[in-house]
Nanobody, 117 residues
Framework: QAQLVESGGGLVQAGGSLRPSCAAS????????MGWYRQAPGKQRELVAR?????????ADSVKGRFTISRARDNAKNTVDLQMNSLKPEDTAVYYC?????????WGQGTQVTVSS
């Protein structure tokens, strides 16, 4: 049973926006710092944004000022979202959520984000 399920990717033109969402089961979201990671073709998976249990956020330099990570305002919804604005072709990747630091057992299928120039 998948415990982290990503959705909300898609195809967008450069300069556009997307908002992937990660649905978490059980107490994963409440008890852990969470992160959004991405893996582009031929590259290693990298952390792009993270949020602590208390809501403190950190971003990779490549996305700072363009991406915003947040937890659902409604605790019953149990999601962590990634608002992505001013997208660039180099943001093209499969995006995953996981705890921070990550646990291998939580890797899901991810959601594909493709930015055309």
């Amino acid at each position: 049973q998948a415990q982290l399920v990503e959705s909300g990717g898609g195809l967008v033109q450069a300069g556009g926006s997307l908002r992937p969402s990660c649905a978490a089961s059980g107490r994963i979201l409440r008890d852990n710092a969470m992160g959004w990671y991405r893996q582009a073709p031929g590259k290693q998976r990298e952390l792009v944004a993270r949020i602590s249990v208390g809501g403190t956020t950190n971003y990779a330099d490549s996305v700072k000022g363009r991406f915003t990570i947040s937890r659902a305002r409604d605790n019953a919804k149990n999601t962590v979202d990634l608002q992505m604005n001013s997208l660039k072709p180099e943001d093209t990747a499969v995006y995953y959520c996981n705890t921070f630091p990550y646990l291998s057992i939580y890797w899901g299928q991810g959601t594909q984000v493709t930015v055309s120039s």
